[in-house]
């Protein structure tokens, strides 16, 4: 039956690398857009903050339409926008008489394709009949990881080799896979979420109060993740002196492939581990990589802490869908919506947070990464909470007279 649902594995992983697409390329164009069309610094900071709010506004939405449209009407849409998106980018600012406004309307495009990737990919693979459920969501996030480090490793060679002139023509082949997604969605099998016993109302779930703890894990899963990833160059560059290029491989790109790697031996290894645990100690472990990047005076280890809190935080955000998907199992749509939303909250409250306090503090980097060590320490703190919780389950089900339990798994 699983091999039945390969093609939809793939589609899913190449979903999560069309986001790694949308979140990581352009932002590498951010000179050659400064100079080919005039934009300021100012306006260019808008790209990033449009692209998060327009994630969000549809993470906020999709729980109301995902499942009166459907499921594959929706995902096939979200490869579209983006792919569109993509060649909107290269094309509009130079049809449109304020270049800056063509931009935008390309990263609304593309962020609402990769809001819906978010929402949407993740429920697929999830009502996929795989056995090892929190392994499969694991290797699948890892795609984002190996999407973005080709996004950074291949435009840096392609650039290097034919020229930041002919950007153009590498818009348009990232643009190709999203394309050919598309094909692959509208002919996998799709299994939506909630389909036999029925999902729970956005009301009901929201009355939950360990959906409320579930929430805040992900804000923290996502705060954790981005702070450091999108600091990563600058820190690099600051802490170990290096020119923009190298900062961007050894920074953010070994972040990332620290990330993919750590998600990978999990899927492998799932079978074996407890994930609470699991998350646990990687909780430890990012407060201890944050505090050796802000606190270290060796470069050399900050920045080692800096790239082994990707190995860190990469079991945090997929290994919260699935402790949700176990607490809640009928929580469907609504549950994967909130939960995307909880964790781009997070994702741009944590790296905006690590902003400010360098600010205030004359623009030192290593104190804004100190503050954002309270995320992964509140993670742990949430992740104390659950552990004991299902502790107590276990032991109240332990406790239950022998013939109820027979009859139960009798029925």
């Keep these: 039956m699983s091999r ?3 093609k939809t594995l793939v589609a899913c992983y190449l979903g999560f690398v069309t986001q790694a697409i949308a979140a990581n390329y352009v932002p590498l164009l951010f000179l050659t857009l400064k100079h080919a069309y005039c934009i300021s610094f100012e306006l260019l900071a808008l790209i990033p903050v449009v692209f998060y709010i327009t994630q969000l506004l549809v993470d906020l939405a999709a729980s109301q339409f995902v499942d009166k449209i459907g499921y594959r009407l929706c995902v096939v849409a979200s490869q579209l926008l983006a ?38 990919v993740s429920p ?8 090892n459920k929190s392994g499969m969501m694991s290797l699948l996030h890892s795609f984002y990881c190996w999407g973005a480090v080709a996004v950074i490793l291949g435009s840096s060679l392609f650039f290097s080799v034919f020229g930041i002139e002919n950007r153009h023509v590498l818009t348009l082949l990232w643009a190709l896979i999203p394309l050919y997604n598309a094909f692959n969605f509208m002919t996998c099998p799709i299994n939506q979420p909630g389909e036999e016993g029925g999902s729970m109302r956005p009301g009901a779930l929201l009355r939950l109060p360990v959906f409320w703890l579930l929430i ?25 002196g290096v020119s923009k290029m190298v900062g961007d491989i050894a920074g953010p790109c070994m972040f990332a492939v620290f990330m993919g790697v750590s998600r990978i031996l999990y899927g492998r290894m799932s079978r074996r581990l407890d994930l ?17 990047a802000a606190l270290c005076s060796v470069p050399v280890v900050g920045l080692a802490g800096c790239a082994l809190c990707g190995a ?21 749509t609504a549950m994967f919506a909130f939960l995307a939303l909880a964790g781009d ?19 030192d980097l290593k104190l804004g990464l100190l503050g954002a060590s309270v995320f992964p320490l509140l993670l742990l703190g949430v992740l104390i909470i659950l552990h004991r919780l299902a502790a107590r389950e276990k032991r109240a089900y332990a406790a239950q007279p022998e013939g109820v339990c027979a009859s139960e798994e009798r029925g």
Excluded: N
């Design 345 to 363: 909250f997070g994702a741009t409250l944590g790296p905006g947070m690590v902003g400010c306090i360098s600010d205030m503090g004359g623009g």
């Design 83 to 120: 792919a569109a998106g993509l060649v909107l980018l290269e094309v509009l600012p130079e049809l449109l008489p304020v270049p800056f406004a063509g931009v935008l309307v390309a990263v609304v495009l593309y962020a609402v394709g990769s809001g819906l990737i978010e929402v949407l």
């Design 312 to 332: 860190a935080v990469g079991i945090l955000w997929p290994g919260t869908i699935s402790l949700s998907s176990r607490q809640c199992p009928a929580g469907g």
């Design 276 to 292: 609470c645990l699991c998350m646990l100690f990687c909780g430890l472990l990012c407060v201890i990589c944050y505090l050796t």
């Design 216 to 240: 805040l894990l992900m804000v923290c899963a996502g705060a954790s993740e981005a702070s450091m990833a999108q600091w990563a160059s600058a820190f690099t560059e600051v802490a170990v």
């Design 124 to 131: 697929i693979v999830e009502a996929c009949p795989f056995e």
């Design 4 to 6: 039945y649902y390969g």
